[in-house]
């Protein structure tokens, strides 16, 4: 027989039946049956790579207790998330824009509120292939304390048109994104509770 706590907490810290299994000395359909027999429920499959992935639990920690400063932040980051991003990919928090001050604010909302770490974040930049790559680059390097080795993606853009866009975005569209589906879970429940 399995003890029951035992099995719960080897589950809690994030072993598979397989590694329980294994480290126990315990056959896999026995930790199976033991399991299902106390009713713990078994991870999904993106569960499991998700506990897999983060050992140390959440790369993220939403700070609940704010100070007023810290209550503006929250809810100007949410705004801009709400305006200004991408809710389309569900693994994802992705935010673009060619303002930098826009694109601070939500990065400092990620950082004090989301507890993100500034090494998870990930940067891409989208510009016209008529504007000067290198100069847009050093552009976002400066703006947001950022290595080029920083950036995942540079995507030109053949320009559209005859439009004023020439004189207005020489410096291109920097999207900052975070890879994780259950932080995008909880900036998508914080929106829902003040929608």
């Known amino acids: 027989m399995i003890n029951e706590q035992e099995l719960k907490k080897l ?5 598979s039946m397989q590694e329980i299994s294994e480290k126990m000395d315990w056959g896999y359909k026995k930790v199976v049956y033991w ?27 939403i700070k609940q207790k704010l100070s007023l400063r810290e ?16 809710k389309s990919d569900y693994s994802s928090v992705r935010l673009g824009n060619t303002d930098s001050r826009l694109i601070k604010k939500f990065i ?3 950082i004090q509120i989301c507890g993100v770490k500034k090494e998870k974040l990930k940067y891409e930049l989208q510009i016209f292939n008529d504007a000067d790559q290198q100069k847009a680059i050093k552009f976002w390097m400066k703006e947001l304390g950022i290595r080029k080795d920083d950036f995942t993606q540079i995507i030109n ?7 004023t866009y020439r004189n ?5 569209v920097l999207i ?7 932080l995008k879970k909880e900036i998508i429940k914080m929106l829902e509770q003040v929608l």
């Open 11 to 15: 589950y809690a810290d994030g072993l």
């Open 35 to 61: 399991m299902s027999k106390y009713g713990i429920l078994r991870r999904t499959r993106s569960e499991a790579t998700y506990v897999k992935k983060n050992p140390n639990g959440d790369p993220f920690k």
């Open 71 to 86: 209550k503006e932040l929250k809810s100007m980051g949410l705004g801009l998330y709400w305006g200004e991003g991408d």
């Open 108 to 110: 400092e909302f990620l």
């Open 157 to 163: 853009h053949p320009p559209r048109g005859d439009g």
């Open 168 to 172: 207005k975005n020489q410096t291109g």
């Open 176 to 182: 900052v994104y975070c890879h994780n589906k259950k």
